[in-house]
């Protein structure tokens, strides 16, 4: 055998070992023999660059590459399922169906609904050429390279196998119960923050630039759906079992059924049974199976009328609540959490839970020592439902709220109309100070994606950085400690001189004025227009601002009142950000829009309809009716009707949403389209602190 048939083998080989091993679970050669084979093939491969193949099992390994994700347009759109919680509601999805279908007879499959995060695999002549996650649902993002170090995903198909020249075929990746609390564990110990639960983690880990990084998480993937305009049969349920033929892994304890009572029996047997699953899942979907029924029933505006989803309740445990701690967030909101004996608690370990805040834990009235009741909601994230009085010792002292801060000592306040106490010390406190910078630096801020969290942290304890204006004053000398970093210092060194030119509308947002998000920031800087008369307007003209509110103009008013604020927004000046609007900005013009057609559809949140029309106007663009041939772009809003999205996926017509559309005209961010739990390291911004899951997924309570 000459060297290009010996790899041509061992690909084929290689690629039926991991069907055995990753699908099957029933491997046939030892891990040795395995690793063996596949480091004969990387040898020859190094050797015959020339026959680089993409869907060669050597490269599952991934790539430290950056990659930037690019959108992609799906060819069908990607709907969601109705949600039932109870049997009633089974039941009258049962009933209309079969009204839809006439009284006509139908199956019913039943399949596990899956945790995790939705995917659209494409293959072409039995190879995987796109993976592309859920996105908006009309566009995801292209994230084929880390797609394919998923071990269970089959890069070529069984030859012979008789798979359809090109169909997509749709699942959940997923983050394996043992993995996610592996992975967690090294976290804590690393003092990383955690991920939530391991939908989170693995929709970070999807999206990360890395695919090195993904391909060493270990993810799972069940398929569920296939789509193509040849597919083998006209049942849900046959298809998917020759799909499992073809070599992919399907749903887990599909089971076709007629009658309600069977379904009953399946979502009674599997809510029990799951908790043995190696994998999260949190309800049960049900799908008419024939899929010439499944067309004639069709869609709603959101999803299929064919199919529902039944969610399963929250588990519940019983544990001893032993002390409460306070955590400091970001933005001085101080968070109670109860500390518990360890209990065991759908598929994890929970030791935590959130109290929220005061009134929460007077109206449990919780005593340390209280046996309480923890559930997870559909985040995952444990929290207290009530408590056992029969147990509480007789002894037991009832929780009381702390006066002072945890972190620096000044006492807390409660601002009127607020639940959370706050720690006023803003410009003293340090999860407060590293919280700003972090927020200063987000990508929707600043943008100064040389830095990240973990590098402000460790600046910060090592006295580098105070505040925000610091961050101008770093030298290279000042992080390349140990002289072996330079480049890298260089970079962070850059990307802080970069920011400089940041627009003035988002450096408002990013100082980081409690209350003042980016559309406030941006209605305040177009308002006032410079730095100078923004930190001079008084209440009353601060509230003259469309949009802004007493509790935003007396935040904006105390902010400016700080002597610290005012050293820091001077010494930015002195350093050369933006403390203007620009010259385009004030005039409102410019041809960024020049030549396109411009289709508003749907609801807005930022923006009215007219306002949009304006914009589009003032830059050049024209704002027309309908869809054509000749339509630039639609600027889409929530709920956009079903007709245009059909019409525009049949022409081809790019879909933006606000943040890009706002971002294409105002400047030179790149828009986060991205609806899921957003990629690892990225900040999130100040606004939105709750203790909860942040934009990254990660909560940073437990
Ligand atoms: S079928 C048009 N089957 O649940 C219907 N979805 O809210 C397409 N999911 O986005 C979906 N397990 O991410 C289907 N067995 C299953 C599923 C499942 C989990 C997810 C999927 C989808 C969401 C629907």
Not at 559 to 588: A, C, K, W
């Amino acid at each position: 055998m000459n060297e290009k048939d010996r790899i041509l083998y061992l690909r084929k080989t290689l690629h039926e070992h991991n069907y055995k091993y990753y699908v099957l679970n029933q491997p046939d050669i030892s891990d040795q023999e395995f690793d063996f084979l596949m480091h004969e093939l990387q040898d020859l491969e190094a050797r015959h660059p020339e026959l680089y193949d993409a869907n060669s099992p050597t490269l599952r390994v991934g790539s430290d590459l950056n990659q930037n994700f690019t959108q992609v347009a799906h060819k069908y759109p990607m709907l969601s399922l109705a949600n039932t919680y109870n049997e009633q509601d089974v039941a009258d999805w049962y009933d209309s169906v079969r009204r839809g279908l006439d009284g006509e007879d139908f199956e019913v499959c039943c399949e596990m609904k899956y945790d995790g995060l939705s995917i659209s695999l494409t293959y072409v002549d039995g190879k995987l050429v796109r993976g592309v996650t859920r996105g908006d649902g009309v566009h995801g993002d292209d994230v084929t390279a880390n797609v394919r170090t998923i071990r269970c995903i089959p890069l070529v198909l069984k030859e012979g196998s008789g798979y359809p020249h090109e169909f997509e075929i749709r699942g959940e990746i997923l983050m394996p119960w043992k993995v996610f609390e592996r992975l967690n564990a090294e976290r804590e110990a690393a003092e990383e923050p955690l991920f939530a639960n391991p939908r989170n983690a693995a929709s970070g880990t999807l999206k990360s630039q890395n695919s090195r990084l993904v391909a060493s998480r270990q993810l799972d993937s069940y398929l569920y759906y296939l789509l193509g305009d040849t597919l083998p049969s006209d049942g849900h349920y046959e298809n998917l079992q020759t799909a499992a033929s073809w070599g992919f892994k399907i749903s887990q304890g599909m089971k076709k059924v007629k009658t309600l009572q069977e379904i009953y029996d399946y979502i009674n047997y599997w809510d029990t049974e799951r908790k043995n699953l190696p994998v999260a899942t949190d309800g049960i979907v049900l799908k008419v199976n024939s899929l010439r029924q499944q067309r004639s029933l069709g869609y709603t505006a959101k999803s299929p009328r064919w199919a529902i989803a039944y969610k399963f309740k929250a588990e519940r445990a019983c544990t001893r609540l032993n002390e409460v701690s306070y955590q400091v967030g970001r933005t001085g909101a101080v968070t109670p959490v109860a500390n518990m004996d360890a209990v065991q608690l759908a598929g994890t370990v929970v030791k935590r839970a959130t109290l929220n805040n005061e009134d929460f834990i007077r109206n449990f009235d919780l005593h340390i020592g209280d046996y309480v009741y923890v559930e997870k909601g559909g985040e995952i994230i444990p929290k207290i439902v009530g408590v056992d009085i029969d147990r509480r010792p007789e002894d037991a002292q009832p929780v009381k709220f702390i006066d002072k801060c945890p972190e620096c000592g000044t006492p807390l306040v409660r601002y009127e109309g607020e639940a959370a106490h706050y720690c006023p010390n803003d410009t003293g406190c340090p999860p407060q100070i590293k919280g700003r910078i972090e927020h200063f630096i987000a990508r929707r801020a600043m943008n100064i994606d040389s830095l990240g969290p973990e590098t402000v942290d460790e600046y910060y304890r090592r006295g580098l950085v105070h505040n925000i204006a610091d961050l101008y004053t770093i030298k290279v000398q000042d992080i390349n400690g140990s002289g072996n970093r330079e480049r890298s210092a260089r970079k962070i060194v850059d990307g802080i001189a970069a920011s400089k030119q940041v627009p003035f509308e988002r450096v408002v947002f990013a100082l980081g004025i409690r209350f003042v998000g980016e559309t406030s920031a941006r209605l305040l800087a177009r308002h006032f227009k410079t730095m100078d008369a923004l930190q001079n307007a008084s209440m009353q003209q601060l509230m003259e601002v469309e949009g802004v509110g007493e509790v935003i103009a007396k935040s904006v008013i105390a902010y400016f009142h700080n002597p610290v604020n005012q050293d820091i927004v001077e010494r930015l000046r002195s350093y050369g950000l933006q403390m203007q609007l620009s010259e385009e900005q004030i005039t409102g013009a410019s041809d960024k829009l020049a030549g396109k057609s411009i289709v508003i559809s749907g609801v807005f949140a930022k923006h009215s309809r007219d306002e949009y029309k304006a914009l589009i106007e003032q830059h050049g663009g024209k704002n027309v009716g309908s869809i054509s041939g000749k339509t630039s772009f639609i600027l889409a809003g929530d709920n956009m009707g079903p007709s245009k999205l059909q019409k525009a996926e049949k022409l081809g017509i790019p879909l933006v949403n606000e943040d890009d559309f706002l971002d294409m005209i105002e400047g030179d961010v790149v828009a986060d389209t991205e609806n899921e739990a957003a990629a690892e390291d990225v900040a999130a911004p100040i606004q939105e602190e709750k203790p909860r899951a942040d934009a990254n997924g990660q909560l940073s309570l437990f």
